[in-house]
C-alpha cells in the first residue's frame, strides 16, 4: 500500500514557467513533509520542507503548499529553470521529522529551454 | 506496483554486536539498490550503491569495513553493520532501481529499518 503517492510520473514545463509536482499521502499520522530532488547517478537531495502546523513555506523560487484536509502537497518552482530538470521525490514522516521517511515514486521534471 | 521491503523493520542490539539489514525488490529485478542512512528531520545520507554481482560503491566518509553491502541476487541487497555502536543508531532506507522498457529509472523506496545500539 503506497501511503505516499506521485501520481504523476513526469512533467515537461517551458523555461520561465511555473513547475507543479503533486503529492497524495494516506498516512494521516504524517505531519512533516519534505520534497528531495535526485539527479542521475546522486542521492536524494534535500530541497524543502513542511510542517502540519503551517499550510505554505517558502525558499527562493521553491514553495511547498500543504492541505491537510485533502492530504495533498504540492512543489511549486517559479520560475523554471534547465537545472531543475531532475527526479522530484515527496517525503512523509510522523512525529515532526523524527520517524521513518516514506518516500513517493517521483516525478521526473523535464524542463524545456 | 514496484515494492521494496525491509528486514527487520527496527532492531535493538548491544554495542559491539553485528547487525544485518535485508533489502529486496518484491515484484522486480534490480540491478543497482542504494542504500541510505537518514539523519534527523531532513537529511538523507547515500552511504553505497549496490550493485549485483559486483561490489558496492561506497560514498566518501563511509568504512566499507563497518557497513558491508552484499548484493547476491538481483531482488536482494544487505547492509551489515558490524560491531555496532551507539552512534550507529539511526534509520537506514534502502531503495532500487527499476528500468522500463523506455530505459527510463524509477527509484523505488524500502520502508527503513530503525536501528538502536545500546
Known amino acids: 500500500d503506497q501511503q505516499v503517492k506521485q501520481n504523476s510520473p513526469s512533467l515537461s514545463v517551458q523555461e520561465g514557467r511555473i513547475s507543479i509536482l503533486n503529492c497524495d499521502y494516506t498516512n494521516s499520522m504524517f505531519d512533516y513533509f519534505l520534497w528531495y530532488k535526485k539527479y542521475p547517478a546522486e542521492g536524494p537531495t534535500f530541497l524543502i520542507s513542511?510542517?502540519?502546523?503551517?499550510d505554505k513555506n517558502e525558499d527562493g523560487r521553491f514553495t511547498v503548499f500543504l492541505n491537510k484536509s485533502a492530504k495533498h502537497l504540492s512543489l511549486h518552482i517559479v520560475p523554471s529553470q534547465p537545472g531543475d530538470s531532475a527526479v522530484y521525490f515527496c517525503?512523509?514522516?510522523?512525529?515532526?521529522?523524527?520517524?521513518?521517511?516514506?518516500f513517493g515514486t517521483g516525478t521526473r521534471l523535464t524542463i524545456i529551454p | 506496483g514496484a515494492v521494496v521491503s525491509q528486514h527487520p523493520s527496527r532492531v535493538i542490539c548491544k554495542s559491539g554486536t553485528s547487525v544485518k539489514i535485508e533489502c529486496r525488490s518484491l515484484d522486480f529485478q534490480a540491478t543497482t539498490m542504494f542504500w541510505y542512512r537518514q539523519f534527523p528531520k531532513q537529511s538523507l545520507m547515500l552511504m553505497a550503491t549496490s550493485n549485483e554481482g559486483s561490489k558496492a560503491t561506497y560514498e566518501q566518509g563511509v568504512e566499507k569495513d563497518k557497513f558491508l553491502i552484499n548484493h547476491a541476487s538481483l531482488t536482494l541487497s544487505t547492509l551489515t553493520v558490524t560491531s555496532a555502536h551507539p552512534e550507529d543508531s539511526s534509520f537506514y532506507i534502502c531503495?532500487?532501481?527499476?528500468?522500463?522498457?523506455?530505459?527510463?529509472?524509477?527509484?523505488?523506496f524500502g520502508p527503513g529499518t530503525r536501528l538502536l545500539v545500546l
Open positions: 517525503a512523509a514522516s510522523a512525529n515532526f521529522g523524527n520517524e521513518k521517511l516514506t
Open positions: 531503495s532500487a532501481i527499476r528500468w522500463d522498457t523506455r530505459f527510463q529509472e524509477t527509484q523505488y
Open positions: 513542511i510542517s502540519s502546523i503551517k
